[in-house]
């Protein structure tokens, strides 16, 4: 069964479950353990469509939103002082 299928049975479930003359106890039980599962299904889906919009068409990971500039190690700056202050 699909995560959005889940999704659908167990809103059913818990909308027949006010209807259907269930005792108290278990309603209780019904709607503790259809929320918990709601939230666990829930959770998958949004972090599957959060991941699916990180990938490229290639399948690969987005990692290039921010890159940090380093100077190398070895490597200097060299300003030229003749034309800092001449701005």
Request: no cysteine; glycine share 10%; hydrophobic share 45%.
């Amino acid at each position: 069964m699909s995560k959005e299928s889940l999704v659908f049975v167990l809103g059913g479930i818990v909308f027949l479950t006010s209807f259907l003359g269930v005792p108290s106890e278990y309603k209780e039980w019904i709607f503790i353990v259809s929320g918990m599962l709601l939230m666990a299904v829930g959770y998958r889906l949004r972090r599957n469509a959060f991941l699916k919009s990180l990938k490229h068409e290639s399948g690969e990971l987005r990692g290039d939103a921010f890159v940090e500039s380093r100077v190398g190690e070895g490597a200097s700056i060299v300003v030229d002082h003749e034309d800092a202050h001449s701005v």
